[in-house]
């Protein structure tokens, strides 16, 4: 193209890229603006931008979208995550966890699912506390109770990525998933009681724990179990009982459960003789904190 009337080549162009960029932008509304980025949760020049880029097709620009926060995400991989939530799911229970009380679950008709608990990181504590990164969170938790597929599985990251991608874009920060326990009772005599401490709401907090017993199904061992999982949140124990200890050298006796001083007992008893008592042991725990806190 020779130049002419409009000047140079590179000024037509321009011109020409002008007109299409206007002509694009005429094709996106303020509902479609609204609608994206109520889904995407993607701010407004964003938004704005992927749905120009897509001339108006919705499904169009949420492709943009993904792409832009895979691109971003790559960029915030390396960025420490130190703060974030810790959630426990149980599908047993029958009330959650909120203002530090207390959820005991009982052997019964848990169909497929198990109970389970799961830590969410990201870099600061404003984004802890944001609603679509709790959402995350216990999305992710009911998908592992539903699942059950191995706490290896969780791990690999592969799990939940589109989402945690989708949050972390989002909300601007490297968001990470951590730890992750699974539990399933398996017998009549068993049953799981959970704690969270420090609850921002129902079964979400700075500690989680999930601790599994068996015993009489009595509602005096319902309470001691609500006690023992509180307890591990507190004491942050090592082991259950002594022989597990075996392959360290030297264990204090204050990072097994047993041994320890039962916190809610006015008569200095340990965990492990007020169990005894109670015809209770305990089989497993796990306890979780926000960073390994």
Not at 154 to 169: D, K, V
């Amino acid at each position: 193209m020779s130049a002419g009337y409009f000047g140079s080549v590179g000024v037509q162009r321009r011109f020409l890229a002008g007109i299409r960029k206007k002509w694009l932008s005429n094709l996106v509304t303020l509902d479609a603006i609204k609608e994206l980025r109520r889904i995407s949760g993607a701010g407004i020049a964003d938004v704005k931008a992927a749905l120009t880029l897509a001339g108006g097709d919705m499904e169009h620009a949420m492709e943009v979208l993904r792409a832009k926060g895979a691109e971003s995400l790559s960029n915030k991989a390396g960025r420490v995550t130190e703060q974030g939530l810790v959630a426990c799911f149980n599908p047993y229970a029958r009330s959650g966890i909120r203002n530090n009380e207390f959820t005991e679950v009982a052997a019964g008709d848990q169909g497929s699912r198990v109970a389970c608990i799961a830590e969410l990181r990201c870099e600061t504590d404003f984004v802890a506390r944001n609603e679509r990164f709790r959402a995350l969170l216990r999305e992710i938790v009911h998908r592992v109770s539903l699942q059950d597929a191995g706490e290896r599985a969780y791990a690999s990251e592969g799990f939940a990525s589109e989402y945690i991608a989708e949050t972390a874009a989002a909300l601007g920060e490297n968001i990470q998933l951590g730890t992750v326990h699974t539990m399933r009772i398996t017998n009549e005599s068993h049953h799981v009681a959970s704690y969270v401490h420090n609850a921002v709401e129902s079964d979400m907090g700075q500690i989680g724990v999930l601790v599994s017993l068996s015993g009489p199904q009595r509602e005096s061992t319902k309470q001691l179990s609500r006690h023992v999982a509180m307890h591990i949140a507190a004491m942050s124990p090592k082991y259950i009982r002594n022989e597990e200890a075996i392959d360290d050298c030297v264990v204090p006796e204050d990072m097994i459960l047993e041994s320890q001083v039962f916190v809610v007992d006015d008569h200095g008893r340990t965990v492990g003789d007020v169990l005894k008592q109670n015809d209770m042991s305990i089989l497993s725990f796990h306890r979780v904190a926000v960073a390994g806190r």
